[in-house]
T-cell receptor, first 113, second 114 residues
Framework: ETGVTQTPRHLVMGMTNKKSLKCEQH?????MYWYKQSAKKPLELMFV???????ENNSVPSRFSPECPNSSHLFLHLHTLQPEDSALYLC????????????FGDGTRLSIL | QQQVKQSPQSLIVQKGGISIINCAYE??????FPWYQQFPGKGPALLIA?????SEKKEGRFTISFNKSAKQFSLHIMDSQPGDSATYFC?????????????FGKGTHLIIQP
């Protein structure tokens, strides 16, 4: 298996639920990213991890909690989300040197009831 | 504040024509400018990228033109084909030497008519 794999592909949850999104990359990269894609808005960077260490939190609400146990896996833990959090959540990975391209997964489509 | 402005929002081009998408940026610290292509149900895929030390880069039917003084760059798709119908995003990054996130434009929905 190659590339960046995200699970689940679709998720419907209530505002009081707790769920997690998973991302796994098989490219040997050492940096991983979470982005949010909403309709008619640019992709928004949420978090950056470099060698498992969080290096950027783009003013994301605390109801989103990332976790990076190793360079190949990235999680986004969700709790008490709001309807405006419904979006496509994309994971990406890259090498952490120079202008290395970011490779994206196909995302998790999240719907908050 | 939108740091990367992309236009047009949507574009219809006849098969065989040239598709042109434009982007402008504000942050002069940006030093890497990729273009991504996204099909429905898929994540964005890197199409082509350029650094500001060159004014043009061509890969097959895809060309990036870069104007550093104007802080603008554009994607040209020559001989556009129906399979090119997708959403295109320009992006920019300030490479601090490590892992840096991308700043994206809002995207252009391109339709190539047969």
């Amino acid at each position: 298996e190659t590339g960046v794999t995200q699970t689940p592909r679709h998720l419907v949850m209530g505002m009081t639920n707790k769920k997690s999104l998973k991302c796994e990359q098989h490219l040997g990269h050492n940096a991983m990213y979470w982005y949010k894609q909403s309709a008619k808005k640019p992709l928004e960077l949420m978090f950056v991890y470099n060698f498992k260490e969080q290096t950027e939190n783009n003013s994301v609400p605390s109801r989103f909690s990332p976790e990076c146990p190793n360079s190949s896996h990235l999680f986004l833990h969700l709790h008490t989300l709001q309807p405006e959090d419904s979006a496509l959540y994309l994971c990406a990975s890259s090498q952490n040197r120079g202008n290395q391209p970011q490779h994206f997964g196909d995302g998790t489509r999240l719907s908050i009831l | 504040q939108q740091q990367v402005k992309q236009s047009p929002q949507s574009l219809i081009v006849q098969k065989g024509g040239i598709s042109i998408i434009n982007c402008a940026y504000e942050n002069t610290a940006f030093d890497y400018f990729p273009w991504y292509q996204q099909f429905p149900g898929k994540g964005p895929a890197l199409l082509i990228a350029i650094r500001p030390d060159v004014s043009e880069k061509k890969e097959g039917r895809f060309t990036i033109s870069f104007n550093k003084s104007a802080k603008q760059f554009s994607l040209h798709i020559m001989d556009s084909q129906p399979g090119d119908s997708a959403t295109y995003f320009c992006a920019a990054r300030h490479s601090g030497g490590g892992a840096d996130g991308l700043t994206f434009g809002k995207g252009t929905h391109l339709i190539i008519q047969p």
